[in-house]
């Protein structure tokens, strides 16, 4: 049914070819993903997250809220890192639909990524070593490469 | 109403079958691991100490004579009886698996003790060995301090590198890089430790802070480097666990209820405010990083024990020898919450809250062989009287056993009930948890 083919753990690209399993397009700036607080557990729970915002307990998933994944590039050395926060309006910014904005913004925490993460404040990971990390917790029976 | 039931009563027939098929366990225990935490002790801090921190004095621990302990940090005696008890319950068990004789002399031979270099921990293996083998001297083995054991201290004993900076990020990481923000998660725990600290109705408005003494609910929590045995400096989190740490103790010391948290505490209120020190123990130890540094060595011995144990052969890096059955290591909850956390075990069992490791309890595991394939499993457990059977010192027996919670391990047990793993899968997921350069071949 589907166009199936083997899970490939290193996650090679071939050049010029689109990646297999991946979502929008190579030129796609934004992917955004809504579904509910039983998927942004199991994410956080399969690369071992944990957060922290003020007014919520540990690990939880306000209404709203979302995980953050940025794909950064540095200008120095070209190096791909991934920096990962998870956000969320607090409890009495729900409540009070309380205006967002750059200096008024939802709460926000740096999440570090086990095995991957450097020490630095955004907890930067650098891509390939995400994709290591994502190869040994990933399940290939349970994933498929559909786009 | 009525789909569901219909769905509950499919799912129902479709299991019968199945349970009905479980086959029935025709291993035989090979060796155990006994890996446990010390007997219940006097408070880390003495009474002088933590009277900073209560408006009223902190109770003493009698010894046998009846005369208060003045060490902080040792067994007592109701502890060491308690201990003895587990040991005596081990005996009863192992007996039962057929890796115990009766005969106690030539069964210390089969028999590896280990214990950390403190005295509450050699005392603690002391008191387990006369449970476990009443007839018998065991051989204790322990460093002598100032030499660090690497099994259970391996970063001050020189064997695994701790980057400071990288444990600081790694718990500021869990924490969104404000420490600070747990003490609204932990808002009910903060208020009931500092009503209990300063003698008030939990539901009363809270007064001031008495003169002369430090609120330790109100000191920030604050993340910085720590040192070789507690590795990131939790501030305030450090103050509330050091107030709190006697008060598990003076329940199942089994000291007057009058004296437990001076009478304004239970064994489930005990439970609510430690989850305030199982936090602590959970980022020093189980935040990934610093369980791959603090516990990869002694992971690389347990499973390098349990091979050897299997092939008959010695095995560079495992503990005693090939012939070995019982290997019992002793040591503190940090070391047990780190290797659960480097494996990612749980367990709950009465009485306690989730992942506690409980005074004189132990993390069991258990090396049996098919009887009729041959194969090789590793059977884990977490054992531990509950609080009140340490308080009234009860008598263990297989039928009035500790509490005992079957703990799965991720990406190796089976779906059956006491959760087996085959040994080989186990050393593939040890090998991918265990960090090679946090550990030594050294046996």
Not at chain 2, 49 to 74: E, R, Y
Not at chain 2, 257 to 262: H, I, T
Request: negative net charge; proline residues 8%.
């Amino acid at each position: 049914m589907w166009p199936r083919t083997s899970f490939d753990p290193s996650f090679r690209q071939p050049p010029g070819e689109v990646m297999t399993g991946a979502l929008g397009t190579p030129s796609t700036k934004a992917v955004v993903l809504i579904a509910s607080d039983v998927n942004l557990c199991g994410l956080a729970g399969l690369f071992q997250l944990d957060w922290l915002l003020p007014g919520y307990q540990p690990d939880f998933c306000g209404p709203g809220g979302a995980l953050v994944l940025q794909l950064r590039q540095s200008q120095t050395t070209g190096e791909y890192v991934v920096r990962a926060s998870y956000i969320a309006q607090t409890l009495d910014q729900l409540r009070n639909q309380t205006p967002l904005t750059l200096d008024a913004p939802p709460a926000s925490a740096p999440v570090f990524i086990p095995g991957c993460s450097v020490d630095n404040a955004t907890f930067d990971c650098p891509l390939g070593r995400l994709v290591r990390i994502a190869s040994q917790v990933i399940d290939p029976e349970s994933v498929d490469l559909v786009n | 109403m009525t789909n569901h039931f219909f769905r509950f009563a499919a799912l129902a027939l479709a299991c019968g079958p199945f349970l009905a098929a479980q086959p029935s366990d025709d291993t035989l225990l090979k060796q155990v691991i006994i890996f446990g935490r010390h007997a219940v002790r006097t408070p880390a801090s003495t009474n002088a100490a933590l009277f900073n921190f209560s408006v009223q004095q902190f109770p003493n621990f009698l010894d046998a004579s009846g005369v208060p302990i003045t060490g902080t940090s040792v067994i007592t005696p109701n502890g060491a009886t308690d201990e003895t008890l587990l040991g005596g319950y081990f005996r009863l068990w192992l007996t039962q698996e057929g890796i115990l004789t009766g005969n106690d002399t030539a069964d210390a031979n089969f028999v590896y003790l280990r214990a950390d270099d403190l005295p509450l921990i050699t005392d603690t293996a002391q008191a387990f060995a006369v449970g476990l083998l009443p007839a018998a001297t065991v051989t204790l083995n322990a460093y002598t301090p100032p030499a660090n054991d690497p099994l259970f201290v391996p970063v001050a004993a020189g064997v695994a590198l701790l980057d400071y900076d990288m444990a600081v990020a790694a718990v500021n990481g869990r924490l969104g890089g404000n420490p600070q923000s747990l003490t609204s998660a932990y808002a009910a725990e903060l208020a009931l430790t500092r009503s209990v600290l300063f003698s008030y109705s939990a539901g009363q408005t809270p007064p001031p802070t008495p003169s002369g003494k430090v609120d330790v609910t109100a000191v920030p929590i604050t993340i910085a480097a720590g040192n070789n045995t507690l590795p990131v400096s939790l501030g305030g989190l450090a103050d509330v666990a050091e107030a709190i740490d006697p008060f598990v103790m003076e329940y199942t010391d089994g000291l007057p209820l009058a004296e437990v948290g001076w009478g304004q505490l239970t064994a489930g209120s005990i439970g609510q405010i430690f989850r305030l020190y199982d936090l602590l123990l959970n980022l020093e130890y189980r935040t990934t990083y610093l369980a791959r540094v603090q516990s990869s060595n002694l992971a690389s011995h347990i499973v390098r024990s349990l091979v050897q144990g299997a092939i008959g052969n010695p095995m560079p890096g495992a503990l005693a020898t090939p012939s070995t059955k019982v290997i019992a290591l002793i040591a503190a909850n940090t070391n047990i919450v780190g290797l659960a956390g480097l494996f990612h075990l749980d367990w709950l069992m009465p009485s306690y809250q989730p992942d506690v490791a409980a005074p004189s309890g132990a993390l069991v595991f258990e090396l049996r062989q098919s009887q009729s394939t041959g194969e090789y499993i590793v059977r884990t457990s977490y054992v531990a009287q509950t609080m009140d059977q340490l308080r009234n010192q009860t008598a263990l027996t297989l039928d009035q056993p500790p509490a005992i919670a079957p703990v799965f391990i991720p990406g190796c047990s089976g779906a059956n009930a006491t959760f087996d793993c085959p040994l080989g899968k186990f050393v593939g997921v040890a090998s991918q948890l265990i960090d090679p350069h946090s550990a030594d071949l050294v046996n």
